[in-house]
């Protein structure tokens, strides 16, 4: 069964600064990664995926993300903060073979001004 | 830009009562979810469905829920007799057939179980 953590529940950032949050995930097969924002009392947008390939991929609002196998982790960063980033963000696994999207408990993300 | 659209937006509903939760999927997506939200934290998975039935659920998905797409357009969560635990925000999210594809949520039902 797959699985995804997040082991910060928050994570404070001064605007202009760059930002990470972590990521690890567990599949038996190969994983589809996903990455969601969800702003106050919003649905759940999508920001960015990885399906094969290049390991650093490249999302909305200037998110990018790395793949790393060997640890099984795809971290969300940005180089730049902007307080507009202040959301809470899911990341998300799918495993091949498999029709459900997991999600992990979600890292709430603020940006100091 | 085709979205997910859902309603109501909020529903309140006595303790026993049925609700049914209403969703709109993006009109080339085949594959269609419930998933659930308690208090703004851990979304969590409900309930898969493709090709006219459910290809996986969870297990919070029990007897007292059921999914239909009557009409091949809406895609629909019932609970049969809501609990107070039932009290959540309920995302539907559909995705196309190719592997790899994201889904794609709505803005959400707000039910409240009073």
């Known amino acids: 069964a797959q699985s995804v953590a997040q082991p910060e529940d928050q994570v404070n950032v001064a605007e202009g600064n760059p930002l990470t949050v972590k990521c690890t995930y567990s599949v038996s097969g190969n994983p589809y990664l996903f990455w969601y924002v969800q702003y106050p009392n919003r649905g759940l947008q999508f920001l960015l995926k990885?399906?094969?390939?290049?390991?650093l991929v490249k999302g909305s609002y200037g998110f990018e993300a790395e793949f790393n196998k060997s640890q099984t982790s795809f971290h969300l960063k940005k180089p730049s903060a902007l307080v507009s980033d202040s959301a809470l963000y899911f990341c998300a696994v799918r495993d091949t073979g498999d029709d459900k999207i997991i999600f992990g408990k979600g890292t709430r993300l603020h940006i100091l001004p | 830009e085709p979205e997910v659209t859902q309603t109501p937006s909020h529903q309140v509903t006595q303790m026993g009562q049925e609700v049914i939760l209403r969703c709109v999927p993006i009109s080339n997506h085949l594959y269609f979810y419930w998933y659930r939200q308690i208090l703004g934290q851990k979304v969590e998975f409900l309930v898969s469905?493709?090709?006219?039935?459910?290809?996986?659920k969870s297990e919070i998905f029990d007897d007292q829920f059921s999914v239909e797409r009557p009409d091949g357009s809406n895609f629909t969560l019932k609970i049969r007799s809501t609990k107070l635990e039932d009290s959540a925000m309920y995302f539907c999210?559909?995705?196309?057939?190719?592997?790899?594809?994201?889904?794609?949520f709505g803005q959400g039902t707000r039910l409240t179980v009073v």
């Open positions: 999210a559909s995705r196309k057939v190719r592997q790899g594809n994201e889904a794609f």
């Open positions: 990885y399906i094969t390939g290049d390991n």
């Open positions: 469905f493709y090709n006219n039935e459910i290809s996986e």
